[in-house]
């Protein structure tokens, strides 16, 4: 137990009673100052010793404590990425955390929710502005957003580094990093006013299925109460191992060492020169590529989420997943013009099973070739998982809920990108018109809203989600006023929660198309 000197903690209440406020709360690496009135922030909280030096590629080792307060009033840096979401610093000392509360005691025991941001597991950053917690905490939870360590740095396996490991595993840094946030949370966010006892993760893309591989992640147990799941990519898809070929992959040991053999030599070089050297290494995967994300290392993750999933091995908490209307309105989904092209692209993703799949996603002319393989990669990279996941997870709990996201904004329609990846997320944040890709031009896009890219029936949808989530963190259940009731999922029948331009109540989503998929991916297992 850390002690502060007398004077310390005098000043410390002196700056409280300035403000009115308790701003200044105690966690145990030290004393913190916060800002706001209703909602408090405290932003770029160290939950993690800086990873550099000889900790890169560690495990991560708890932050360094410091004397008096420290001022936590802006966010951290960013963890090294090749391509920024947001703005803001780049650096090894990324792995900090924020946290928005509305209590007004540390005994309030508000619900605590935990977001994991996304970004294929190379890009993204807990200060990207559409994730700013204050809306969402303003109805009566405690919010804490989470930096990882991402790509190369957060992801690399390699047998250098599983010698040095006492359980002769790597490559799971980034996923060890959320652990050990869950723990600071578990340890500290009763000075918040939250309850270690109710805490629920949610994350999209990335975050999505990081979200999904910590309900099968041993030492996550008994660090999360409930769990949301959005738009998770390859969760029923091939994972790749650690020192194994499966899938026609190559070992994660080994893909790592083509970054380099030396390990003394990697740790040399600069973050920037090891981003520059893997930021070609981590394409879309297909169905076959190698890339920095969470590994099969028979430790942290025992096996396929594919196989843990319906063995009933997960972590048996209340679930909320889903997907949106339009996954593949983003770059990297495939570009297909022709019925010939579909017809290649077929047989290149489904070899042998490619006639089932132009049966189950049929083309009758040029026209209909790009929406048939853009579904198809859709159903394939994002839905089948989700659906597997809703599916193991009902059988064991009753608090099983899915949806589909299918409201398209005006700039879904600008882009033709419909209700595309990650649309959802500031209508659950409050954040609206903000978007994960920015408000402005970029290099995915123009997200700049126009006065009527956004109207009073997304206000009011956004409240009625963000309102939803907040109840299913409070009691696992997302049932209330302001939102149609929203019936659990559960087979045969897998109902689900259509929320759009309507929010109704539908069964079945993609069954025939989802089948076919999920017989293509367990043969590839096999």
């Not at 090891?274 to 879309?284: E, F």
Request: charged fraction near 15%.
């Amino acid at each position: 137990m850390r002690t502060f000197a007398l004077s310390t903690i005098l000043t410390a209440q002196a700056v409280a009673a300035a403000s009115g406020l308790e701003t200044v709360v105690k966690i145990d690496s030290g004393l913190l100052a916060g800002a706001g009135t209703a909602v408090r922030s405290y932003k770029g909280i160290p939950y993690a010793a800086a990873p550099a030096g000889d900790l890169r590629w560690k495990p991560p080792q708890p932050p360094k404590p410091w004397s008096g307060i420290r001022v936590a009033r802006s966010f951290g840096p960013m963890c090294p990425q090749p391509l920024m979401l947001g703005t803001g610093a780049q650096s090894e000392d990324c792995l900090a955390l924020n946290v928005w509360t509305p209590a007004k005691t540390a005994g309030a025991k508000l619900p605590v929710m935990v977001w994991i941001h996304g970004g294929g597991f190379i890009l993204g950053s807990s200060s990207q502005s559409v994730y700013d917690g204050e809306p969402l905490a303003s109805q009566g939870v405690v919010v804490v957003s989470i930096n990882y360590r991402l790509g190369v740095l957060g992801f690399m396996a390699h047998p250098a580094l599983s010698r040095e490991s006492p359980q002769g595993v790597s490559g799971n840094y980034g996923l060890l990093d959320m652990v050990a946030a869950l723990q600071w949370v578990k340890r500290n966010i009763h000075a918040f006013g939250g309850d270690p006892g109710n805490v629920t993760i949610f994350g999209e893309s990335a975050g999505g299925t990081a979200v999904a591989v910590l309900l099968v992640t041993a030492p996550a147990k008994d660090l999360f109460h409930k769990a949301i799941v959005q738009s998770a990519a390859w969760v029923s898809g091939p994972i790749s191992h650690l020192k194994r070929s499966l899938y026609g992959r190559m070992p994660m040991e080994k893909f790592g060492e083509k970054i380099g053999a030396d390990l003394v030599a990697l740790r040399a070089k600069t973050s920037d020169e090891l981003v520059k050297t893997a930021g070609g290494m981590n394409p879309d995967a297909g169905t076959s590529g190698e890339m920095f994300m969470p590994v099969v290392d028979g430790w942290a993750l025992p096996d396929d989420p594919a196989v843990l999933f319906p063995q009933g091995k997960f972590h048996n908490v209340p679930v909320i997943a889903g997907t949106n209307g339009n996954e593949a309105g983003i770059p990297g989904s495939p570009e297909v013009k022709t019925v010939a092209a579909l017809g290649e692209y077929a047989r290149k993703t489904y070899g042998a099973m490619a006639d089932q799949m132009l049966a189950a996603y049929p083309a009758a002319s040029d026209a209909d070739a790009l929406a048939a393989a853009q579904q198809a990669w859709a159903d394939l990279t994002f839905l089948d998982g989700t659906r597997m996941v809703l599916r193991a997870v009902s059988k064991a709990n009753p608090k099983t809920f899915a949806y589909s996201f299918t409201r398209v904004n005006g700039v879904g329609r600008r882009l033709n990108w419909g209700a595309f990846h990650a649309s959802e997320i500031p209508y659950i944040f409050g954040t609206l018109p903000d978007c994960v890709y920015g408000t402005s031009a970029s290099f995915f896009g123009d997200f700049s809203p126009t006065a009527d890219s956004f109207t009073e029936a997304d206000t009011k949808l956004s409240q009625a989600m963000s309102a939803a989530w907040v109840r299913f963190a409070r009691t696992g259940d997302p049932n209330g006023p302001g939102l149609t009731s929203w019936p659990a999922f559960a087979e045969p029948q897998e109902s689900y929660l259509e929320i759009g331009d309507q929010v109704v109540a539908k069964k079945s989503l993609r069954k025939k198309q989802l089948d076919f998929h999920s017989e293509f991916l367990a043969s590839r297992r096999r």
